[in-house]
């Protein structure tokens, strides 16, 4: 399958910062890429589609102005979450798609 | 707003035996179906993906769709301790095909 790889892996940061978490394609080029969000014993729930070259849409209750997202090539997109409080701690992940969907192996985001 | 059902378990299966997993979906006209296996702490994995009625077999898995029912199943064959994981349902849902997950469905492969 296709390989997507996530960095950082985990962060941990301070309430009121940024967090930039970044999604690659690694063998292939996905013009669509998807971010999905975790809570400790939930399933995955879609944020974000980011569409390379074109504004992200979002799923209903996900704020865009909170959490930014770039799709600046076709091999990278950009997950920024702006002034992160504790209920922003989760599971972060993303996935480039070929048909079917890839996932990257995930960022844990801590916000104290 | 498409949902999918499943069990949450946990499912606890006797190592060697067949494990099945259950999935209902609401959306009649969903076309593709894909199962992921998620360990604790790490992202999902591809294990099957299903188009068609029937079954599909990959090695020890197999898929089944009923569109009629609106139900999918995974089966896992002469289950292993490492099959332990959740598995997690799911249809394309949100924008540009974007997955709508279930809750996932906690397997246990006793020794």
């Known amino acids: 399958g296709a390989v997507v790889s996530q960095h950082p892996s985990r962060v941990i940061c301070k309430s009121g910062t940024s967090v930039k978490i970044e999604c690659r394609s690694l063998?292939?080029?996905?013009?669509?890429m998807f971010w999905y969000r975790q809570f400790p014993k939930q399933s995955l729930m879609l944020m974000a589609t980011s569409n390379e070259g074109s504004k992200a849409t979002y799923e209903q209750g996900v704020e865009k102005d909170k959490f930014l997202i770039n799709h600046a090539s076709l091999t990278l997109s950009t997950l920024t979450v702006t002034s992160a409080h504790p209920e922003d701690s989760s599971f972060y992940i993303c996935?480039?798609?070929?048909?079917?969907?890839?996932f990257g192996p995930g960022t844990r985001l801590t916000v104290l | 707003q498409k949902e999918v059902e499943q069990n949450s378990g946990p499912l606890s299966v006797p190592e060697g035996a067949i494990a099945s997993l259950n999935c209902t979906y609401s959306d009649r006209v969903s076309q593709s179906f894909f199962w992921y296996r998620q360990y604790s702490g790490k992202s999902p994995e591809l294990i099957m993906s299903i188009y068609s009625n029937g079954d599909k077999e990959d090695g020890r898995f197999t898929a089944q769709l009923n569109k009629a029912s609106q139900y999918v199943s995974l089966l896992i064959r002469d289950s292993q301790p490492s099959d332990s994981a959740t598995y997690l349902c799911?249809?394309?849902?949100?924008?540009?095909?974007?997955?709508?997950f279930g809750k996932g469905t906690h397997l246990i492969i006793q020794p």
């Open positions: 996935s480039a798609s070929s048909g079917e969907q890839f």
């Open positions: 799911a249809v394309p849902g949100g924008g540009a095909d974007g997955l709508t």
């Open positions: 063998d292939f080029q996905a013009t669509t």
